[in-house]
């Protein structure tokens, strides 16, 4: 299981509270210059209880239940398999999996940023990773 430099640099941030309390307030900040009335936030309340050593593992834990909620949309169950040995971001590479790609939602009509786009932001991955995906911004 060999590690990125972008989760290497987690793995050392053991200041998970601050890391949620920093994620909280770049949602609550978008949420209201989008004008939006109802979102979700993360709570701090496990990291407070020392359940996660690092971002690291508070990320994992948030990418399994994304993948986890993300397969059962799609597929009607949760899903079964041993995933213990999955770094990151090879559970974000599963979730980014269920999306179409881009010759599928051109066909069916749709823009292929409807489907990627908001699930790579929440990602919160670099610039270049969101260049290398083939996604870029919608314009407003």
Known sequence: MALTPRELEM????DVVGHITREAAAIKAA???RGDS????????HAENGVYA??????RS??????????????????R???SNLTLEGIEALTLAFFP?????ESSGHDVDDYRLDYLTSLQLPIE?????GSRPRSS
């Open 11 to 14: 793995i050392k941030n053991t």
């Open 81 to 83: 398999k041993d995933m």
């Open 129 to 133: 990773f969101l260049a290398a995906s």
């Open 38 to 45: 109802f979102y979700f936030m993360p709570t701090v309340s």
């Open 101 to 105: 790609d881009d010759e599928a939602c």
């Open 31 to 33: 949420a209201d210059a």
């Open 54 to 59: 690092n971002v690291y593992e508070y990320e």
């Open 62 to 79: 948030m990418a399994l239940d994304e993948y986890s909620d993300v397969h059962k949309e799609k597929r009607g169950y949760r899903p």
